[in-house]
């Protein structure tokens, strides 16, 4: 296999379990079980009518206009097709609006947090825009939704807001540029809706759990279907929100992108969503963003990327649990258990044969020798670095190397599908060397 990239195959091989499941869980022409609890919960709150009335495929009448949504809603439109989307005939009538959005980034202004040394020199900027952005009927429908019923999502979208448009201005875009940069920031995330909430980014993209993976990793694709099929937003800000898990060298999802296949927004969008991911771990600091977003050469746009590092050195770390020297121990022991599983993935690809199995031991081998390659290039945990490195910064190494081999975990499973029970235990046994206890 090329280890450059990935062949035409293989990527529709990824695409395959993706895409199944987006169909499943964004098919318009029926109410979304998990989007509509969280808009009928929002309505014990804030006032959600009908905006239209609402019609079964067949023309039956489920619901009349201005009629205040309910838990009698959800009854009527249990396994009904619908003339129209439900998401067009809702309207939040004391919902998100820009002077809400102001108000929320000013309160988040106020506070002292890792994204301040980024922010407050733009402040004046992002609030004038953030009044400026147009909210469509149905982003502003579940935003309010988030808002009101997962109020740390919408905190998230608001910062992504921010940041996306703090970096759109440190690169020099015009105001529309800016505005489009804030507006992609704002609704990256509107696709977790229609997933359950318990799979969504803040629990299930730094766990193992193979089975949050699987939901996560639609709701790309499904908000781009959304701001598509539903709303008037430019074509530009839908495709980045489809992309902003994508990564440069293809290793991102749901599409498994390159480098020029991603926007230019979808790389700004990219290095804002991982660097707000970081922000939400147990130990937020710009430091630990920084390492993850250079950790692996050529994942994320340098110039977005040198934006946060050059930020993150303006900022105090906290002290470290662990010495350098336990931690490069603990490194090397890392490395040594890559090559080993590399090595492992080899062997077995001269005896499976299995499509399914052969694509997975692929991909493993891809993954873990870019890693390896990517980790050793990047100069950050060599030796002869060092002497020029903290304990600190040493730590974050540690944690995202982690997080990386949870991934090729989730990733290799994902690919496998269906197998076998005898490749399904070659695959476990594989897979082992990855599932790493954290706390050990």
Request: proline letters at 5%; aromatic letters at 4%; hydrophobic letters at 40%.
């Amino acid at each position: 296999m090329d280890q450059g990239g990935r062949s035409s195959d293989e990527e529709a091989s990824l695409e395959a379990p993706v895409m199944n499941t987006t169909a499943r869980l964004a098919s318009f022409s029926t109410a979304n079980p998990h989007a509509l609890a969280t808009i009928l919960e929002a309505s014990e709150t804030k006032r959600i009518i009908a905006s239209r009335d609402i019609f079964d495929a067949s023309g039956i009448k489920l619901w009349a206009r201005s009629q205040a949504v309910s838990q009698e809603l959800q009854r009527k439109l249990l396994d009904r097709q619908l003339r129209q989307p439900l998401e067009s005939c809702l309207r939040a009538e004391d919902g998100v609006t820009p002077h809400t959005l102001v108000k929320t980034l000013q309160a988040q202004l106020d506070q002292d947090t890792p994204l301040s040394t980024i922010l407050l020199r733009h402040a004046d900027k992002l609030l004038r825009e953030a009044g400026q952005i147009p909210v469509h009927p149905v982003a502003q429908l579940l935003l309010t939704a988030s808002q009101a019923s997962r109020p740390e999502s919408f905190k998230h979208a608001v910062q992504a807001m921010a940041l996306n448009g703090a970096l759109m201005i440190e690169r020099g875009g015009s105001v529309h540029d800016l505005r489009l940069a804030m507006l992609c920031g704002l609704l990256h995330d509107l696709g977790e809706m229609y997933i359950a909430p318990e799979y969504g980014e803040m629990d299930a993209d730094r766990t193992l759990d193979f089975q949050n993976y699987q939901q996560l990793v639609v709701h790309p694709h499904i908000g781009y279907l959304l701001l598509t099929q539903l709303t008037d937003y430019p074509p530009v800000m839908a495709r980045a929100v489809a992309e902003h898990h994508e990564r440069l060298d293809g290793s991102g999802y749901p599409h498994s992108l390159h480098g020029p296949q991603v926007s230019p927004h979808g790389r700004l969008l990219a290095v804002t969503d991982a660097t707000l991911n970081v922000l939400r771990s147990q130990q937020p600091n710009l430091a630990r963003a920084s390492v993850a977003l250079r950790v692996v050469p050529g994942e994320f746009d340098l110039q977005c990327v040198g934006l946060i590092s050059k930020a993150a050195l303006t900022q105090k770390t906290p002290p470290t649990r662990l010495s350098s020297s336990a931690i490069q121990t603990r490194l090397d022991g890392l490395d040594t258990l890559m090559k080993k599983t590399q090595d492992h993935a080899s062997v077995l690809l001269t005896i499976a044969e299995a499509p399914a199995l052969k694509e997975a031991l692929n991909l493993a081998h891809h993954l873990l020798a870019r890693l390896r390659v990517g980790w050793n290039a990047s100069g950050l945990w060599s030796a002869d670095a060092m002497d020029a490195q903290d304990a600190v910064e040493l730590e974050a190494i540690e944690d995202e190397l982690l997080f990386r081999l949870r991934a090729i975990h989730r990733a290799i499973l994902l690919r496998a599908a269906k197998l076998s029970d005898t490749d399904t235990q070659r695959l476990s046994l594989l897979c082992e060397h990855l599932a790493i206890d954290e706390g050990a």
